[in-house]
Each structure stands twice: as C-alpha cells, then as structure tokens.
C-alpha cells in the first residue's frame, strides 16, 4: 500500500512539475529559469534536475503531456452526455489551448535535439485519431457534413492559431469558433 500511495504521488508531483512548466513556457519561453519552474510546481530545482536532467527532457516532458491530456479529453468529452458536435467544438477548445502552448515550444522543437524528431509523429498518432473519433461521431448523428478529414481540420486549426502570437487584436479562438461552427453546413 505505501508502495502504491508514493507511485501515486510521485505521479501527481510530477503532473504538477509539468503543468507549472508548461504555464511557465507559455509566460516566459522555454528558456523560463528553472527556478522559477520549481516555484510555480512548489519543489526545488533539484527535484526537476532529478526527473528531467536536461532541458530538453523536460520540453519534450511537458509536449508529451499535454499531447496526452487532450488525447485522453476526446474520448471522455464524447462520453460526457453533450452532442458529438459540442464534444467536438470543446475538444477543439483544448486543442487550441495546446497550440498556444506549442507554439512556444515551436523553437525547441526545431532544434537539433534528436530527442524532438519523433514528437510531431507522437503528436499525429495521438491526436489524429481522436479528431477522427469525434469527427466519426458528429457526422454519424446527423450533426456535421461528413467530407472532413481529421488532419485538414487539425491543420486548419493550427493555422488559425499561428496569428495569435503576434498580434493580440487577432482572435484565433473566435475564427477557429467559425470554423467549427461551419462544419454544419451542408455540401
């Protein structure tokens, strides 16, 4: 049992290291102090060091979880009770979230670090499906045309989302709201 309670914990301290580093990536870049990570999650720097001994570690970390977090979103959004296309229009919500932070990380995730290769194939492999399960079930309940692709959709959404970045009169939440507001059009 005490076994089991540490797992756990070790489990939540770490979820809380990388969602205080992702906040702190989006605030300040990926080259945010280490300290100031250590802040935000309430550890010392030495226990960041100790589960993610380079900076790069900790990126690729931090990208993975948040991949993970909205993969695992989609299904439970759909099981939630809402219509497929509600499920769909939050899940994109969060995707969007994601982006933000991604972009971020857009820098990092260029270099050379051979450990950022395979993660836009983790990303594609994770979420793709998802977008499609959602599309799948929208489409099926009458909801939305059914002639979209997942990957067009998600590329869609990360276009809009590359304005925000540098003009804060654009308002990539509202024209990714059109978007998907525009999947129940009709051919």
């Known amino acids: ?15 809380s290291l990388l969602e205080a580093a992702a906040a702190a990536f989006v605030a ?11 802040a935000r999650a309430r550890v010392g720097t030495g226990t960041i060091y100790r589960h993610f001994p380079t900076r790069a570690d900790l990126i690729i970390a931090v990208y ?40 971020g990380l857009a820098a990092a995730l260029q270099s050379d670090n051979t450990g950022f290769e395979t993660l836009h194939a983790y990303f594609l492999d994770r ?15 009458g909801e939305i045309r059914s002639d979209v692709e997942a990957y067009a959709l998600m590329r869609g959404v990360g276009n809009l989302c590359i304005g925000a970045d ?22």
């Open 64 to 103: 993975r979880h948040q991949v993970d977090a909205c993969a695992e979103a989609g299904p439970a959004l759909l099981a939630g009770g809402a219509t497929p296309h509600t499920a769909l229009a939050r899940w994109i919500d969060l995707f969007v979230d994601f982006l933000v932070t991604k972009h």
């Open 166 to 187: 540098s003009d804060p009169r654009y308002d990539a939440r509202r024209l990714v709201g059109l978007l998907v507001a525009g999947l129940r059009q009709a051919d």
């Open 127 to 141: 979420l793709l499906p998802v977008c499609a399960e959602l599309l799948d079930a929208a489409a099926a309940a």
């Open 1 to 15: 049992m005490v076994e089991r309670s540490r797992r756990a914990d070790a489990r939540r301290n770490e979820e």
């Open 28 to 38: 300040s870049g990926v080259e945010a102090p280490v300290r100031d990570i250590a």
